[in-house]
């Protein structure tokens, strides 16, 4: 085992001059890297032996301090700084701040050339790296007899603590807390903040983030604040095959992490990571099963009770039942690519369908739910007796509620709304099914403006689509608004919205005046235009409504 001590005995560093930190000397060197870039202290390991010109310390006595504490963290075994380059000598402040944290800090003399160091380092450390090994296929062995016994979460949590001697924190994409290794220790759990149903770990406190640093793929080290002192807390993002699955988090509240240790968390992530895939599976084999079950069910493939009670479901045939489809559209990073879009889209399903069914377990006892593709689908029951206005009443307080558990339970990079079909009884269910996915088709092109929408609203829509061909329906109000809308484009008017809310307002003057917030004057203009280039008189009833059919298939065909 290499030491900073046995290091400075060397013949080849007899020179070297210990400047501080005594108290680290018996610090075992695991490794050997050069910094010279404020930004690479992220790819640093525990035992590394740091060489720099001292070039990013320059002459700033924060940054000095900021980065020596850095090390500290990470659990750097010495630093073995060149000076008279860029820092022309070693200042006190950090020696006196090193000699605090027993970080060795080593004066290299002026001919030495950094490789050289390297070199010989390698060579001492050399057959440390076969003691490593064995000791990883060792600790990869008891993570896999964990998995292999289906100890979940907890247990990889647990077990992980064990190994590295500090707490364990498991958090999934979102930093929704999965487990933590200790629940006994309030210094972690006052931290986590209770959203719902979930904790999320305030990811916010560290401030110092790179962007995106869970592509990074190896541990950083930040300072965490537990009952107003700072511990190091080691955050190791975690991926399989390009996926990322999310956190292991390392609270260093008991020891520092060792190089074995690291060895173990590298080892603790693949078992998280695998465990997330069989859970991912599962969850996706039981929806499988339950969208081939409602599949059938609204598509009216089930066509009688008794065909319906031969499969094991808790549908309750005696209660009427309602559609409810959550369109989910993600608003990501545009650049992003189809396949990592595709995977990104999977995800937030899985993630969010498994969130939603447990807040819905004691909540909503006859509400049923199941996804496809980028949609929730979901049965509410409710009983036959209840008015129509109350069965109204139920179902939309019960979208709003699951609508804003979804919006609130995640990153805010998601768009969510509802439509909802008809209630109606069991057997009938797919009719409210096809009523939902209408108004969704009748949405297509438009602004969500709002976020739950009732078939009902849209059932003179829906006619018209449906008995109404698009040529039909072009030829239809070119007739009636061919010259005004040719006007309005020409001159960059406004006559045809005008026109809209002027027959939407029952021809009042004074109402369409203040719903356009414009001038009583200003629409008598605008009317007298109207009425110039329209080919019938707008005051005869039946051209009203003729109008009124006009520009909505003008809209629905747009």
């Given at each position: 085992m290499l030491t900073v001590k046995s290091f400075l005995q060397l013949p080849q560093f007899k020179a070297f001059n210990l400047v501080a930190g005594k108290g680290g000397l018996e610090n075992e060197i695991t490794g050997v890297n050069i910094l010279d870039n404020p930004d690479a202290s992220d790819w640093l390991s525990a035992g590394e032996l740091l060489i720099t010109s001292g070039y990013f310390f320059s002459e700033n006595p924060e940054v000095q301090q900021k980065f020596i504490q850095r090390f500290k963290e990470i659990n750097c075994s010495a630093i073995c700084i060149k000076p008279h380059i860029y820092l022309k000598e070693i200042p006190e402040s950090m020696r006196q701040l090193a000699e605090t944290l027993s970080l060795p800090i080593i004066e290299i003399?002026?001919?030495?050339?950094?490789?050289?160091?390297?070199?010989?380092?390698?060579?001492?450390?050399?057959?440390?790296?076969?003691?490593?090994?064995?000791?990883?296929?060792?600790?990869?062995?008891?993570?896999?007899?964990?998995?292999?016994?289906?100890?979940?979460?907890?247990?990889?949590?647990?077990?992980?603590?064990?190994?590295?001697?500090?707490?364990?924190?498991?958090?999934?994409?979102?930093?929704?807390?999965?487990?933590?290794?200790?629940?006994?220790?309030?210094?972690?759990?006052?931290?986590?903040?209770?959203?719902?149903?979930?904790?999320?770990?305030?990811?916010?406190?560290?401030?110092?983030?790179?962007?995106?640093?869970?592509?990074?793929?190896?541990?950083?080290?930040?300072?965490?604040?537990?009952?107003?002192?700072?511990?190091?807390?080691?955050?190791?993002?975690?991926?399989?095959?390009?996926?990322?699955?999310?956190?292991?988090?390392?609270?260093?509240?008991?020891?520092?992490?060792?190089?074995?240790?690291?060895?173990?968390?590298?080892?603790?992530?693949?078992?998280?990571?695998?465990?997330?895939?069989?859970?991912?599976?599962?969850?996706?084999?039981?929806?499988?099963?339950?969208?081939?079950?409602?599949?059938?069910?609204?598509?009216g493939q089930i066509k009688d009770l008794t065909t319906l009670a031969a499969y094991d479901t808790t549908i309750d045939p005696a209660l009427n039942y309602t559609v409810l489809i959550f369109s989910i559209q993600t608003t990501g990073n545009e650049s992003t690519s189809l396949m990592q879009k595709k995977q990104i889209e999977d995800r937030l399903m899985k993630s969010m369908l498994s969130s939603l069914t447990t807040y819905i377990a004691n909540r909503f006892p006859h509400l049923h739910v199941f996804s496809r593709k980028n949609q929730l689908v979901m049965l509410l029951g409710t009983t036959p007796t209840l008015s129509t206005v109350k069965t109204h009443n139920e179902v939309s307080d019960t979208a709003e509620r699951i609508r804003m558990y979804l919006e609130q339970s995640g990153k805010m990079d998601r768009e969510i709304f509802c439509t909802i079909g008809s209630t109606l009884p069991i057997l009938e269910l797919s009719r409210s099914f096809e009523e939902a996915k209408k108004v969704i088709?009748?949405?297509?092109?438009?602004?969500?403006?709002?976020?739950?929408?009732?078939?009902?609203?849209?059932?003179?829509?829906?006619?018209?689509?449906?008995?109404?061909?698009?040529?039909?329906?072009?030829?239809?109000?070119?007739?009636?608004?061919?010259?005004?809308?040719?006007?309005?484009?020409?001159?960059?008017?406004?006559?045809?919205?005008?026109?809209?809310?002027?027959?939407?307002?029952?021809?009042?003057?004074?109402?369409?005046?203040?719903?356009?917030?414009?001038?009583?004057?200003?629409?008598?203009?605008?009317?007298?235009?109207?009425?110039?280039?329209?080919?019938?008189?707008?005051?005869?009833?039946?051209n009203t409504f003729a109008l009124q059919l006009a520009l909505k298939l003008y809209d629905l065909h747009q």
């Open positions: 003399p002026y001919g030495i050339a950094f490789s050289k160091i390297m070199n010989i380092v390698m060579a001492e450390i050399s057959g440390h790296v076969n003691e490593l090994n064995q000791a990883s296929l060792e600790i990869h062995s008891q993570f896999f007899e964990i998995s292999l016994h289906g100890g979940g979460m907890k247990k990889i949590a647990a077990g992980l603590a064990q190994m590295v001697h500090n707490p364990i924190i498991l958090v999934d994409t979102n930093w929704a807390v999965i487990t933590v290794s200790d629940q006994k220790q309030t210094a972690i759990t006052d931290i986590l903040k209770k959203v719902g149903d979930t904790f999320l770990f305030p990811i916010e406190i560290f401030t110092d983030l790179p962007t995106n640093f869970e592509r990074i793929q190896k541990p950083i080290t930040r300072s965490l604040l537990f009952n107003e002192v700072e511990y190091p807390c080691v955050i190791m993002p975690v991926y399989f095959d390009t996926i990322h699955y999310g956190f292991i988090l390392v609270c260093q509240i008991e020891q520092s992490l060792t190089d074995l240790d690291y060895v173990a968390l590298e080892n603790g992530s693949m078992a998280f990571a695998l465990e997330q895939m069989r859970l991912f599976e599962i969850e996706r084999t039981e929806n499988r099963i339950r969208r081939d079950f409602f599949d059938q069910l609204l598509s088709h009748l949405l297509e092109d438009d602004e969500k403006e709002e976020k739950i929408y009732f078939f009902n609203d849209f059932y003179f829509d829906s006619f018209l689509v449906d008995s109404i061909s698009k040529e039909q329906g072009k030829a239809f109000y070119a007739h009636y608004l061919n010259p005004l809308l040719a006007y309005d484009q020409k001159n960059n008017t406004s006559f045809t919205p005008t026109l809209k809310a002027y027959l939407a307002h029952h021809l009042n003057v004074a109402t369409t005046s203040r719903a356009l917030f414009i001038h009583r004057n200003t629409l008598l203009y605008r009317i007298d235009k109207i009425k110039s280039l329209l080919p019938v008189d707008l005051e005869q009833e039946k």
